[in-house]
């Protein structure tokens, strides 16, 4: 009797199914490993296992390329044994697989980027999970989760009524933290030009979080709202291989987005969430996204480069380092925004290494935290991530994951490390700087009245506010010098193009000699300084403006789009610039810095 007239159902249904969801990528992985063992070293299952040959991501592929070549590759009809084609037949051979691609990997795709031809271990690997749930063999955290957000709406089952009474108790707790009954949580605002989705670990064991959120949104004087429905950025469809449950968990958020017509959607931090929204969600939702979508760490970067939020890094003093999530680093690409922030925010901040996309899992991903059965196996496996934390010497790790957060807390306290689990929203929440308010005298308002009330040759005109230092609302600029200093001609029109519409007067230099003659001669309020230019060494010439008595007063901001290169400003022992901006620059960002440099705002 044939293997096939003696299979399950379910397992001739994995089969079945393995045919409708392969494709180029996935079939040239299939194809492509020459077991050359470069993966092995990769993974920290093998790091912490050594000896067992299981772990390898080359032989835990292979248990599913057998299959492959079973079944749709010719060689495997034909040589069967020749090139290791196998079936499955039974319920425990599909239990078998389980173990396999559930309880000994978190899909980090550490291998698939060390590997070199090309094997995307991490993207079959999560195929074969899809097969799996599709028949009901997964880990009974996985069909718990999915569960809840198919009928709930998120992946922790947070109702509707809860999820809004904290967002009102802990818009509570800001009026009271700010002193200020005007702040709130907005919900369901139509037409905000932001709108902000969170993981439901954050309502349901970290709300201080949204409020962080909500009082960088405030002090920003950002137009925001939460969404009442659809909220969830997070996704277990990209850990459980569920593109149908991937596709209505993406789609419910986009329509909502939508329906509010909002500008941007706003990701809280949050790995896989970021993935799976921005990333992955489109396609598994098959859905046109019209409006832009970014992470949070982003968001607050831009904030702080525009001169929307004021920070003071002394208040975050301790050492930190930075965990790199890997959906968002290896999948997406997220590695220095979160670096710049943090620069920005804390006193000291320390490398982890390997770091970026050669970091290590947390060894919670790929929905491990929801597998207990393989927690002890997760933890034992820990002990590279560990040893990676201890090196640092840090006093806290910061993630832009929830996962992670969960994650590196388990192995914090199974390694007893001593340190504490962060995210980059709490770090630049705690150094906002929020300036009092003040209260306009009695006399100051008439003063004013009488300005409002005089006749037109008692108003100050131009050359007055030039003179007398009052500030022109419509040319801010205006009475003040500014020296650009770029040898990118198209970047100095642009620079000096917007500086002079807003009442600039502008000089130009195309190198640091030409830089220094002119500062001293010319005496300029403000110099912009690019980093990437030719001829003297560009942080020679900083520090000869910085050590000239003459030049104590100018004001320097760095504009490039080099900050490879700004160790070369801000490793030098003189005083540090008074404003930094990347290129590519635009015109509002460039004014609001200007302002914030020259104390206009």
Known sequence: MSKKNNRSQKAEKVIERMGQKLNRQIAGSMLACVHCGMCTDSCHYVLANPGDPTYAPAYKADRARKLFKRHFDWTGRVFPKWVG???????????????????????????????????DFATFNRMMRGLLVSVGVMPEGVAVVSKDQWEIGNQMGVLKEDYLET?????????????????????????????????????????RSIADAAKIFHVAGENWTMPSEGWDMTNFGLFSGDDALGGSVAGRLYEKVTELRGKTLVISECGHGYRSTRCEGPNWAQHDVPYMMESSVATMLRYIKEGRINVDKTKNPEPVTFHDSCNNARSCGLFEEPR????????????????????????????????????????????????????????????????CVDGLGDVIRHYELGMEVTQLVHLVANALVIEEKVQVAVEEEAAVAAVAAAEPAEVATRETVATEGIADEALPFAGRTVLVVDDEPD?????????????????????GEEALAKARSEKPDLLTL???????????????????????????????????????????????PEGYLDKPLDEEGLVLNVKKVLELT
């Open 491 to 511: 970047q100095v029109d642009f620079i000096a193009t917007v500086l002079e519409d807003n009442g600039a007067t502008v000089l130009r230099a195309a190198d």
């Open 167 to 207: 967002l009102e108790w802990m818009g509570e707790e800001l009026q009271d933290e700010l002193d200020d009954p005007t702040v709130k949580i907005p919900v369901d605002k139509m037409g905000a030009d932001v709108v902000y989705s969170i993981n439901p670990r954050e309502v349901k064991y970290d709300p």
């Open 340 to 403: 710049e922030l943090l620069n920005l925010v804390c006193m000291e901040f320390r490398e982890m290494y390997p770091n970026r996309s050669e970091n290590y899992c947390c060894t919670g991903g790929g929905g491990a935290m929801s597998m207990s059965e393989y927690t002890p196996r997760r933890l034992k496996s820990a002990k590279i991530k560990a040893d990676q934390l201890k090196a640092t010497g840090a006093a806290a790790v910061v993630t832009s994951c929830h996962n």
């Open 85 to 119: 084609a196998d079936t499955v037949t039974t319920d425990q051979d599909l239990e078998e697989l389980k173990d396999i691609v559930f309880g000994k990997c978190t899909n980090c795709r550490r291998c698939s980027i060390n590997c070199p031809m090309g094997v």
């Open 530 to 576: 690019d980093l990437g230019m030719p001829g003297r060494d560009v942080g020679e010439v900083y520090e000869t403006i910085r050590n000239d008595a003459d030049l104590e007063n100018l004001r320097v901001c760095i504009i490039t789009g080099r900050p490879e290169l700004r160790k070369l400003i801000y490793n030098r022992s003189v005083k540090k």
